[in-house]
Structures are given as structure tokens and as C-alpha cells.
């Protein structure tokens, strides 16, 4: 047995959580970077402008409840939902777009449930499905990859001013795919489809997500039960179907570099308090998260599904948990209603 | 055989009755604070809507399209589903007298749960409604419930441990969270066209 030997004083780390969120915040970086290089400016503006929208919410919300509000913000999950939900946004988004996801994030999917480790809802995702349905015309304008605007550009988008934006945006892959998926000819002519090796610009944003989570596996923030479940369910589910008519179906390797698929399967899906408890009840909840965002991109009606799947399995989470609580040495299996 | 699927998988996901339709959202409200209480409830609940589905059409297909009084199917139907929730009442009260206990006023309440009589009257609108289609729509309809209330009982255990504001608690709260999940529901839309 390994007992801690040592006199006393000792020292204390930081508080643990603390850590994972800076963490977390690092392993965005990359992400970030290449958002960055490919659409300019926007991304980052968004992400400093929701990290102090944020804090606000949060601030004033502990207020409000009399809780010791520094104690609480210095926790830094605030600026995590912050980041996650700016860096999902696209980079044209105006100032008010940003700051209601963010407002709705924090006040009513975090602190109205206690605030954190109490949220049964992803709260970067409750806020980006609440703009994406409210606002669908201002979540889907995203700008060609490679050809970033300049600095000023961004800033007057940002600030709501129309410099004829629509001359600006294009089609993502996962919205060139989605409209002219069945006919081969048209997605032959599709630039956007035709990158390096998946969906053109689209492709280097997951790998750098892709380098950002596997940072985080190597640190022991996240487990690999998650992302690989996710993204396995995801090639499994696609490559039958591509194989069977690759012109009215997307290939796997397209479907893991498109759209948020390493963003979500590395930083969404992992938070630890909407996800399932157990290591089995985590695989369940991964791949069926996998297997919806290939259903809901292949037939559905919006182009990419991460924030709808996530959603859908943290409301199963309880249940998942509920019927794959591990057995606890020396008991036997709860039993449990239909089919436990 | 494909129309039965859609017909079942837009029942259940994309027109999902509570949280897309918004009907029968007294019972999703009422007995959704314990799991084994919900799972007892979506039973009673499947077993009344399929019979009720199949019974108002029926009637409605028997009765009042050859006697040309279809402006009484409102009330026809609701004759009809006090009679399938009597059924059962009866059945549960022998079958389980625990569970009969549990649910309480919420079993006779079937009756008037707005889903059963909303299965029925959306059935008999629609043009090619047969036997077949009206028992896997009221099905389908009973599943999604069913569905939901349970992950919406599972949901609620755990909010009920947590440290919710004092004014949100309890119901509030459960409203939100329904809110929540209908925005998740979202998600379904587009998927099937019928």
C-alpha cells in the first residue's frame, strides 16, 4: 500500500478543475488558429467578445443568488461553454447573435440547473441549436475558406453593419453535399467538395481539433471511450452506404473531416457531466451520437447534426445510466423495469 | 411495408407528440417525477392509445362515414377512449394493485390526456387512413410518448438532486428542461417528408 509519507507543510495544487479548463482552453488553440487563417478575424472576435459576455452572465446570475461569484468564475467553465459556443459560431455572426447563445447558454442551461457539474445539457450546444433555430439565416453564413476578409471587414460584421454580405459567404461542403447529394455530375463540379483529401479548408480545421483532442487524451483530460466511439459509429454508419451509391452518399473519411465532427467528438461530446457516467453507458452514448449526426446529415433538414445529436443523447444520459450502472462489488445487478 | 416504417418513424421522432405537437402534456408533467412510475404509465398509455386509435376508426369508418354524421366524431371518440381506459383501469387494478396505487388519478386520467383524442382525430383526417395505418400511427404516437416520458422521469430524477434556484424548483424547472429537449427534438425535422 502506497500511503503519503511526508511531514507536513505541504503544498496544495490548483483546484482541479481549474486545470482541465485551462486545458481544455489550450487544446482549442490549434482550432482556433487555422478558423482563423481560413475565414479571418471573426472567429476570434467572437471568442473574446462570448468569454466577456460570459463571465457577465455568470457573474450577475451568482449574484443574484448570493453566491461568492469570484470563487465561482475562477472555475473557468464559464469561458469554456464561451469558447466552445464562439468557436461553433460562424465568423460573420454580429455582436447580439453571439451574446444571446452565450446569455442562453449560461443563465438558462447552466445556472438555472445549479451551475456546474449540475447541467444535464451541454450548454455551448443548448445555445447554439437555440440560435441556429431562431437565426438560421445568420448560423449558416459561412465565408469561403482562403479568403479571409481583412481585419476591418470582420470588425464591421461584427458589429451588425450589412457590407453586402451575402456577396461574401459560400457553401460549406456539408451544404454543397446537401444539395446536390443523388447527382453525380454536380457534386463532381463542386469546389467545395474537392479538397486535399475531404471537404476543401474544411479538412485542416478537424485536423487541428483533431491534434487539439488527441493533446487532451495525452494530458488524461478526456478518455478515448467518447471520441472513438463516436467517430467509429460515424465511419461505420457511412461506409456501407457509400459504398453502395457514392453519389447520393458521402464517404467516411469525408464525414470525419467535415463540418464539427472532430470538434465535437473530442471537446462537445466528452463533457463529463451531460455525458453518461459509466465507461459502457459513454460507449452507448458516443456511438448513438455517431450514428444520429450520420442519419440527420444524410436525410434530414439541416446540414450538420453535432449540436442536434448531442442534445438528443444528454436527454438519454439519465436513462442510459440508469440502465448501465456498473454492479457494485458484493451485490448483485439492480433490476431494473422493461428489459434492465 | 416502407409507408408502415415512415408512418411509425414520424409518430415517434420527427411529429413526436409531446414535444413537437404539444399534446398530452399533463400526464409528461404529472407522472414523470419517478422512472418505475413513468414506465408503468407509458404501458397503460401505449395499450389505451393503440386500442383507442384502432376503435375510433372504426367507428368512424363503420358507423359514422355511412350514416353521414361525421361532425360527431369528437364526441363518438371520446365514448370510445372512456371505454378502452375503463378496460384498463380494470385490468391494472387486478394485474398490478401497486402500480394502480401509484398512478393514481392519472390512470382514469388517460381519458382526457389530449394525445389519445388527437391520435384519433389526426388519424381519421387523413385520406388513405386504414386499419393498418390508424393501429401503427396510434402505436408509433404511444412510443414517442412513451419514449419521452421516460427519459423525461430519468431526467427529472437527477434535476431533483440538484441545486436549482428556489423559485425554479419543481415544475418550473421541468418546463424548462421540456423546452430543452423540445429544441433537441428539432433536430428530427426534415427527416421525413409524409
Known sequence: MNLISVTSPHTTGPSRTQRVMAQVLLATLPGLAVLCGLFGWGSLINVVWACAAALACEAAVLRLRGKPVGFHLADGSALVTAVLLALAIPPTAPWWLTLVGVGFAIIFAKQLYGGLGMNPFNPAMAGYVLLLISFPVDMTRWLPPFEAPDLATSLQLFLGRDHGIDALTGATPLDSLRTWAGDAAALAAQPALHGTFAGLGWEWVNLAFLAGGLWLLWRRVITWHIPAALLGALALCALPFWLHDSARFASPLFHLFSGAAMFGAFFIATDPVSAATSRTGRLIYAALIGVLIWVIRSFGGYPDAMAFAVLLLNLAAPTIDYYTQPRSYGHSKPKRGIGG | ?194
Do not use: H
Not at chain 2, 32 to 41: D, I, L, P, R, Y
Not at chain 2, 80 to 98: D, G, H, N, Y
Not at chain 2, 170 to 175: D, H, M, Q, S, T
Open chain 2, 1 to 194: 411495408m416502407t409507408e408502415y416504417v415512415l408512418i411509425l418513424v414520424s409518430a415517434v421522432l420527427v411529429n413526436n407528440f409531446v414535444l413537437v405537437q404539444f399534446l398530452g402534456l399533463c400526464p409528461f408533467m404529472g407522472v414523470s417525477n419517478k422512472v418505475e412510475t413513468a414506465m408503468g404509465m407509458s404501458l397503460a398509455t401505449t395499450f389505451v392509445l393503440t386500442l383507442s386509435s384502432v376503435l375510433a376508426y372504426l367507428t368512424w369508418d363503420w358507423i359514422l362515414v355511412p350514416l353521414e354524421l361525421e361532425y360527431l366524431r369528437t364526441l363518438s371518440f371520446i365514448l370510445v377512449i372512456a371505454v378502452a381506459v375503463q378496460l384498463t383501469e380494470m385490468f391494472v387494478r387486478k394485474a398490478s394493485p401497486l402500480l394502480y396505487r401509484v398512478l393514481g388519478v392519472f390512470l382514469p386520467l388517460i381519458t382526457s390526456n389530449c394525445a389519445v383524442l388527437g391520435v384519433a382525430l389526426l388519424n381519421v383526417r387523413k385520406e388513405d387512413a386504414s386499419f393498418l395505418s390508424s393501429l401503427t400511427y396510434g402505436f408509433g404516437a404511444a412510443l414517442g410518448f412513451s419514449l419521452v416520458l421516460v427519459l423525461f422521469a430519468a431526467m427529472r430524477e437527477r434535476i431533483a438532486v440538484a441545486d436549482v434556484p428556489e423559485a425554479f424548483r419543481g415544475p418550473a424547472i421541468g418546463l424548462i428542461t421540456a423546452g430543452l429537449m423540445s429544441l433537441a427534438f428539432m433536430g428530427f425535422s426534415g427527416l421525413i417528408r409524409l
